[in-house]
């Protein structure tokens, strides 16, 4: 079994390679439309233009399990928005539920603002921890959203019922909220309280959408490639089930 996992992630990293290699010969992106992510860069521009600020909250994945994958996308995106809105007077807030991923913000944060050699405008406490349980990291993350100028909620990583205390507190502080996760429970909460809602896999193509590097574009396409190759043959082995029920 673990060979065939690693010659399954041994040809997905060939996919990607390969597509970013044939990304970069064609003009322009070729990502289906995800109006969430447009909105998002709006968000960013009118957050610099008026002096406030973008919180990015990244969950409670544990970057060692498969729950880290959505955290990983979400540091994407906080150094992402941080390039963009580094020079505003308000500059991102990053929460974490999660020791390391606390440390791996404030690391985001700063390499950001070292390769924009902008390095003394950054803070350690832009990365936060607020709460190393469930609901003790949304209650902390909430009088963040009331006291800081908060203009944009972007949650991206590991949420579970916990979720439900920051959406409010962004519809109660009138903050428009985008917000995707790996969780199912968190999925239907912020589908339901989330004004921007990443459903599903949505979640995983953040980075491509804000331009976080041609890895993420191929990322993608590479998915592409594989869904179609696992649908091809579930329907294979279903029409062989079939046909050996007839014979």
Known sequence: MNLINLVVVVL??????????????????????IPSFYHLRGAIELAVEDGSRIHVAIGRGDVLSPRGAAAIVGLSMLRKITEVASESDHPPLATSGDGL???????????????????????????QVTGLTPFSYGAGVMPLIFDEPISGNV??????????????????????????????VGQAILYASAHEP?????????GAYLDAGA?????????????????????????????????
Do not use: C, K, P
């Open 198 to 206: 990443v459903i599903g896999e949505e979640v995983y193509a953040g």
């Open 101 to 127: 991923l606390g440390i791996l913000s404030q690391d985001t944060l700063r390499y950001t603002y070292d390769a924009l050699h902008l390095t003394g405008n950054y803070q350690a406490n832009m990365g």
């Open 155 to 184: 949650l991206v990583g590991s949420f579970g019922n916990e979720v439900a205390l920051i959406t409010s507190a962004g519809e109660r502080n009138q903050t428009r909220t985008l917000a995707g996760t790996d969780n199912l």
């Open 12 to 33: 997905f990293a060939g996919l990607m390679v390969g597509f970013a290699f044939l990304n970069r010969s064609r003009e322009g992106r070729h990502l289906r439309d």
């Open 215 to 247: 890895m993420h574009e191929a990322s993608l396409h590479a998915q592409d490639v594989v869904r179609w190759v696992v649908a091809g043959l579930i329907v294979i082995f279903a029409l062989g089930g079939l046909i050996q029920g007839f014979f």
